[in-house]
């Protein structure tokens, strides 16, 4: 059964008894107020708001927590192919096999996020073509695909995991503009 309790204030509080739903049946609840608490119902406009300006890319598998060089110990050099299409992070002197602190699995699929870069135009989405090649992704290796509201979802790690990142501003060339993730 269903409770209805009025509150002298005017508040209604409806209460399944048990473990029940409150079902609406293909109908709806209307003039909502934008929610305030965490547990507040959301209306369609506020989530709409919210999502306006992202740009949802596939999910990453890892991301960084440091440039590559003090993570690995490896010199890397950044190669930017053409405008940025084919460009790559080049490792010498050490390979990258884990990033942040987790295997690196999958093949020339796995997809990373380098976002800390101490040159921030290194930063990007990157393929692990192998373990002293990274590849920028193919959905963001020109200057039109890197703009403000670029969203990536991180998959595992250790402390990075379940964590998402949007790119800050867009970027006039690729290896010239910095690429930042917040």
Do not use: C
């Not at 399944?16 to 709806?28: E, L």
């Not at 959301?42 to 949802?56: E, L």
């Not at 020109?142 to 703009?147: G, K, L, N, V, W």
């Amino acid at each position: 059964g269903l409770s209805i309790t009025t509150s002298s204030n005017g508040n209604i509080t409806l209460a399944p008894n048990g473990t029940g739903n409150i079902i609406v049946s293909n109908a709806w609840i209307n003039e909502l107020k934008n929610p305030v608490q965490a547990q507040d119902a959301a209306t369609k406009n506020y989530v709409d708001n919210i999502a306006t300006g992202f740009n949802p890319h596939n999910p990453v598998a890892l991301a960084s927590t440091q440039d590559l060089a003090t993570y690995t110990g490896a010199t890397v050099t950044y190669n930017n192919g053409t405008a940025g299409v084919g460009a790559n992070l080049v490792l010498s002197g050490n390979t990258l096999t884990t990033l942040d602190g987790t295997a690196i699995t999958g093949g020339s699929s796995t997809r990373l996020l380098i976002k800390n870069q101490a040159n921030a135009v290194q930063n990007g989405v990157y393929t692990y073509t192998s373990n002293t090649v990274l590849t920028r992704a193919t959905d963001m290796d020109q200057a039109s695909e890197i703009t403000g509201g670029d969203y990536v979802f991180v998959q595992t790690g250790v402390s990075q995991a379940s964590s998402s990142w949007v790119e800050q501003g867009a970027v006039g060339n690729v290896g010239v503009g910095n690429i930042t993730f917040v």
